[in-house]
């Protein structure tokens, strides 16, 4: 049962021709009220799609709604919280890509989509956690230049037969980061059948030893064609929110109910209504940076 003020979001975002898309570490109460909920190549796929409406209220990090003004620079896009900032996106400066092509002027640069407009303009391909693989095996170059996230950048060289070099060093989520193995030996301890499901932000000794590892749009399809019953979910722990609405019959135990990123959760139902209201905290990009970033952006739709 949807509350008086989810009740007013809708009718505002109806008046407004309004669309809201959100991510899935987005508390409950918000994914009751967005069009679509998604992981980032879903939320880049939908952003893509968008034909018919003025206003998109992006419930989600900075480079996600600077994502969906890239590829709609005519339309309004508004982040209901404007400091809603990913700190790993924040890690890669595009000067210092634009050294690391100087150093391999071989290497193709596969950035991840959690980077700014700025350092996706010198990007040649993006990808997600959920087509990193595709993204790099599809390039004719056996060198790749691969920021910021230096853990999916480990997932993606043991899974291609590629030189990956990570920019910068270091580059990491402090979400994925605090999950350590004895987290997942206590949690094992407790349900020995459960289904380890963790994201590839996450220590390699952490990836070692999971079932599965899997974007947040990965570990929900993962689940929905499961006959398994009990899974412990390695990543933020709003995750489990969309879970188990989806899978009421299934047990989803976060393997860490700490790991919560607060920037995400900056947005609130209030914030929603006045971002629809006032049209507060638009988000732009330089034209010149939009329309190189593009090229990555599209180039990576493309194969995914
Ligand atoms: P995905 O939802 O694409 O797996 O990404 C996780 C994340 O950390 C986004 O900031
Ligand atoms: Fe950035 Fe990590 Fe939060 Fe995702 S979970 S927005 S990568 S800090």
Redesign the pocket.
Known sequence: MLNELQKEIIRLKKDKNAIILAHN?QTGDIQEIADFVGDSLGLCIKASEITDSDLVVFCG?DFMAETAYILNPYKKIVLPDREAE????HMLPADEIKRAKKKYPDAAVVLYV?TLAEAKAEADILCTSSNAVTVVESLSEDQILFGPDMNLAGYVSRQVNKEIIPIPEGGH????KMFHTGDIAFAKEKYPDAVLLVHP?CDQEVQDVADEILSTGGMMQYVAQSDKQTFIIGT?VDLVTGLRRDNPDKIFIPLLSEAI?T??KLHTLEKVKNALLNEEHLVTVDKEIADKARNAVERMLEVS
């Open positions: 570490y990090v990913c700190p790993m996106a959690n989520c402090y979400v994925h932000e933020e990123c920037n995400m």
